[in-house]
């Protein structure tokens, strides 16, 4: 049985954190910002963990 390949443009977006929790940006920060409110664009900035039932299917992806 060969090697699994990494998914390039899921090992592009998400991150593995110390804890071994994944890591990721929110989307809707790029552009047409101006509509939106400063709260909404502050939640934006940060990075959120993702959850617990995609956490396992994303890290075969990832390979880690």
């Not at 929790?21 to 101006?34: E, V």
């Amino acid at each position: 049985m060969p090697k699994m390949k990494t998914k390039k443009s899921a090992a592009k977006r998400f991150k593995v954190t110390g804890s071994g929790k994944i890591s990721y940006n929110k989307s809707g920060n790029r552009h047409l910002s101006t509509k939106k409110s400063p709260k909404r664009k502050r939640r934006l900035r940060k990075d959120t963990t993702i959850s617990s039932a995609m956490s396992r299917r994303t890290k075969t992806m990832i390979q880690a």
